[in-house]
């Protein structure tokens, strides 16, 4: 079991059944999965940037990344029905908690000026949404073979049911939010 994990089943869990109430473990929120997903925009034709992009991914989750599909055709941003327009991998269990111990502790320190991460980034049902700018904060991505640099986003999905849940729940699990002054 990842430290994370043990620490979600030994401190989250206790903590978050005070707090909000829960009667049972199955009501506290917990970690469902994260997708970490890259958008090529004008790049959809590049092989090379295509290539780039798959191999980091692939560096930075342990899994292949899906190659994703435009669902219409949009003439203002050129693209057509079908065409090539990103790559997504979703981790689930283990993997999932490894990630997000790196993430936290290893990726986000290492991205420049960073000063903690917003706590508008939630939806309606709990889940975070985050983008990272640089891949090259990742330790496994190399700044002198990797030839371009790209963004991408991180979506943490959730079983809360609301924002605060959300929040409380990734708050003791070591996400650093910055604070509200």
């Not at 009667?23 to 997903?37: E, M, R």
């Not at 940037?49 to 941003?77: C, M, W």
């Not at 057509?80 to 490894?98: F, H, N, P």
Request: aromatic content about 8%; glycine content about 6%.
């Amino acid at each position: 079991m990842s430290q994370l994990q043990t620490q979600f089943k030994q401190q989250v869990v206790p903590a978050l059944k005070e707090k909000f109430g829960y009667k049972s473990v199955a009501q506290v929120p917990a970690l469902k999965s994260v997708t970490v997903n890259v958008g090529y925009g004008r790049h959809n034709k590049d092989k090379a940037y295509i290539d780039n992009v798959e191999n980091t991914l692939r560096r930075i989750t342990g899994q292949k990344p899906v190659h994703n599909l435009a669902r219409k055709s949009i003439s203002n941003f050129k693209i057509r029905e079908k065409a090539d327009i990103g790559m997504s991998v979703t981790l689930r269990g283990e993997m999932m908690y490894e990630f997000l111990y790196r993430f936290v502790h290893l990726v986000l320190p290492r991205v420049r000026d960073f000063r903690g991460i917003s706590k508008k980034a939630f939806d309606r049902q709990g889940n975070y949404s985050l983008g990272i700018k640089e891949s090259i904060a990742f330790p496994e991505v190399n700044v002198d073979t990797s030839e371009k640099i790209h963004g991408l986003q991180v979506v943490i999905t959730t079983s809360a049911k609301n924002k605060e849940e959300g929040l409380a729940l990734l708050e003791l699990l070591g996400f650093p939010f910055k604070q509200e002054s």
